[in-house]
């Protein structure tokens, strides 16, 4: 079965992002609260909840960089994770996508962060850990040895900007073979592998193609376009379409013999 392909909420600029969203024409939705207000109050989500009636949804945190030097900071952060969990309960919403800060997790804060990693599995949430903009892939590999619970999101433009700037480690293929089993979740865009411009797919540096054809797909329940304004969307759309079209006739002939 192929992922489904869905949308960032990021795209919509109007405040009122959910009475837009709808238009673009998709079943698959992630909500960005980096970028769409999405407030902590039961009489606004019960407004978003009736406009995303029958939508398959995600949740991306708007937490950056949870761990802080002063610690009222670190735990508003964690508070705030926790409160991000329920409202997607609140929403029926599927997964859960946060970041960490660069660099390694301390113990101590590994501890910290599994509290908060065991209420998302009371609450029936799948927690996502996505690498930040430059991916590198050694803190990569430390949070999800550390949590064989979390899925992994592999944002393509994240890859590209860790090997365009030298800073992934290994090569794209290594890091791949690596996290293979635990990738369920795929960002798409491009960029030039220096920074995260959110481009279509066609629009840059990395061959995605060779990427998608390295994962499990499998085990890929959804594959968010993340591009910076409409006609992107639909071009990107289209290339995933017919990507995944592709990738199901090679899996019929293999099952075929």
């Not at 709808?22 to 970028?35: A, C, H, P, S, V």
């Not at 329920?86 to 970041?99: P, T």
């Not at 797919?201 to 990395?206: D, K, M, R, S, V």
Request: glycine share 8%.
């Amino acid at each position: 079965m192929n992922p489904s392909i869905g949308i960032t909420s990021q795209i919509i600029h109007q405040a009122k992002w959910y009475k837009h969203i709808g238009k673009l024409g998709f079943d698959t939705i992630e909500i960005n609260r980096q970028n769409s207000k999405l407030h902590f109050n039961l009489f606004f989500l019960e407004k978003v909840k009736r406009y995303m009636e029958g939508v398959d949804l995600s949740i991306h945190s708007g937490t950056k960089g949870i761990f802080q030097p002063n610690e009222s900071f670190t735990k508003a952060n964690l508070a705030i994770l926790t409160a991000e969990l329920d409202i997607c309960r609140y929403l029926g919403a599927g997964q859960f996508v946060f970041h960490l800060n660069d660099g390694f997790c301390s113990a101590y804060n590994k501890k910290r962060l599994k509290e908060v990693i065991t209420y998302s599995l009371d609450s029936g949430v799948q927690m996502l850990f996505e690498s930040n903009s430059v991916l590198v892939a050694e803190h990569a590999y430390d949070i999800l040895d550390s949590f064989p619970e979390l899925g992994y999101v592999l944002d393509l433009g994240h890859l590209n900007n860790g090997h365009g700037q030298g800073k992934l480690g290994c090569s794209m293929e290594s890091f791949i073979s690596r996290i293979r089993d635990r990738v369920v979740y795929v960002h798409a865009s491009n960029n030039c592998g220096k920074r995260d411009e959110h481009n279509g797919l066609e629009e840059g540096t990395l061959d995605w193609r060779h990427i998608l054809d390295l994962l499990d797909l499998e085990r890929v329940l959804k594959i968010i376009i993340e591009v910076r304004h409409a006609p992107m969307v639909t071009r990107t759309t289209m290339d995933l379409m017919h990507y995944l079209e592709g990738d199901l006739s090679r899996q019929r002939r293999r099952a075929l013999g």
